[in-house]
């Protein structure tokens, strides 16, 4: 059983939900002025949690085939064998089942926009066959954190969030060109799109930088439209530097510490922006 875990968990990455559940818990700080109710928070991490591993079972079965030609993935759970794809649905079909839970014990509204979600996450799958914007769809599925935890707490969609989600977006999209320049020749040999492959090496590190850039501005908008105060500020300072640091790390000639630019330093900026907001809010 705890073999089985371990693969489950290797399947969906669950490491990376280091990336998404803070914007879910800054979003769910600010709606609520101050911290959550233990309710609120308990059914938000439980839908993240539903919703990422739904997400990540959906993608590595909808791309198998892909997965097992390149060297990079070949040896991932279900190419590999470890995982049938039987069993890979099923939990993907619980996953979501645990989502919808989730929503149905937050609001009504979280409930009517669940399908959307799903929709989104399963659109992600496919979109690197035909477009180089699949960047941007990630971050979009990935903007769902913020934004449900929103509603979880307020039962409503509010423009003030929109700042927010949209900087998830930007930031997704930054960080997850980085991760796909490890996979430009397989993206050529295969015909899959990518912004790497679409426009080389050199100008997509400046366009991740650029992400990047309109991602803290946005950050920093949703500072002021929320009226936050030094904790917050000195958060943006930290992540501003962290940004900056993630992109010296790599080069077009040296992709060597492209893994610590990619899930250290993110899930660094995350934290940070969470924690000072905490922080903002406590004190």
């Known amino acids: 059983m705890f073999q089985k875990l371990v693969l489950y968990l290797k399947l969906i990455k669950f490491s990376h939900s280091i990336f998404a559940l803070p914007f879910a818990m800054t979003a769910a700080i600010i709606a609520a002025s101050g911290i959550p109710s233990l309710k609120q928070i308990f059914w938000i991490v ?4 539903g919703a990422r591993s739904g997400a990540m079972g959906l993608n590595r079965i909808i791309d198998r085939k892909i997965d097992a030609e390149n060297p990079r993935t070949a040896m991932r759970e279900i190419p590999a064998g470890k995982v049938r794809v039987a069993d890979a ?3 993907t079909i619980i996953s979501f089942a645990v989502l919808i839970l989730a929503a149905y014990m937050l609001n009504p509204l979280c409930l009517k926009l669940s399908p959307i979600a799903i929709a989104v ?4 799958s496919y979109t690197k066959r035909f477009t180089w914007l699949s960047h941007f769809v990630l971050g979009l599925s990935l903007s769902a954190a913020p934004l449900g935890a929103w509603i979880a707490v307020r039962g409503s969609f509010d423009w003030q969030i929109s700042p927010l989600v949209l900087a998830v977006i930007f930031w997704l999209a930054g960080f997850d060109v980085l991760y796909a320049l490890q996979d430009i020749e397989f993206d050529k040999a295969f015909g899959l799109y990518s912004l790497p492959k679409r426009f080389g090496i050199k100008k997509a590190l400046m366009l991740s930088g650029v992400f990047h850039f309109i991602a803290w501005g946005l950050l920093a908008f949703t ?4 009226d936050l105060g030094i904790f917050y500020w000195m958060g943006m300072v930290i992540a501003g530097i962290l940004f900056i640091y993630e992109h ?3 080069k ?4 060597s510490k492209l893994d610590m630019a990619f899930f250290n330093m993110n899930g660094y900026i995350s934290m940070t922006v969470f924690v000072f907001t905490l922080l903002d809010y406590l004190f």
């Open 252 to 255: 077009p000639g040296d992709l």
């Open 89 to 91: 649905i099923v939990f």
């Open 46 to 49: 439980v839908a993240m949690v």
């Open 121 to 124: 996450l399963f659109l992600y």
């Open 223 to 226: 500072g002021i439209i929320f």
């Open 248 to 250: 010296s790390l790599v």
